[in-house]
């Protein structure tokens, strides 16, 4: 198994030996992975209760109308499994970071430090240029898995500033 793979491993944390550390959440995997399994059993027994003449008597439920009841519940499980998306990735080069809507790749640069406020969802990235960064995979809820992983973003973070010092002080 090579080292980016075991750094994706659930349940085996942040590998920060490695040259890629791969961070998701966890519990809202479950959670979504679950919903979504849940919604499609929902509208399929919906779609098989919808018989006979609707409420007012003028049409009747076709076919068509219980496949619409199942594409329903199909598509309400994929709105629910966008929310399993949130992946990080880090190296010594950068920092990318997969939201549930977009997409950012950073390098270390432009990165000040790695948040997690006390109460704070998930944790975030702080720019140089005083923006905030969410990074979804690291959620509070996750509690330790998402702690161990922002201990692991920080020290590949001080390891390049650390390399950034040397290169500067060799000058």
Request: glycine residues 10%; contains cysteine.
């Amino acid at each position: 198994m090579s080292e980016r793979q075991e750094a994706a491993l659930p349940g085996s944390g942040p590998a920060v030996g490695t040259d890629v550390i791969t961070l998701r959440p966890r519990r809202i995997r479950l959670v979504c992975w679950s919903s979504a399994v849940v919604l499609v059993v929902l509208f399929a027994v919906i779609a098989t209760t919808l018989t006979g003449p609707t409420g007012n008597g003028f049409g009747t439920f076709q076919r068509g109308d219980q496949l619409a009841m199942i594409g329903l519940g199909i598509l309400f499980a994929l709105g629910s499994l966008l929310f399993t998306r949130p992946r990080v990735e880090a190296d010594a080069r950068g920092i990318r970071v997969r939201n549930v809507f977009g997409s950012y790749e950073l390098p270390w640069e432009v990165v000040r430090g790695i948040r997690f406020d006390r109460g704070a969802p998930w944790a975030a990235l702080e720019l140089y240029d005083d923006d905030l960064l969410p990074v979804v995979a690291l959620q509070a809820a996750d509690k330790q898995l998402a702690v161990d992983g922002v201990r692991a973003l920080r020290r590949l973070h001080q390891a390049h500033l650390a390399a950034l010092a040397e290169r500067a002080s060799r000058r």
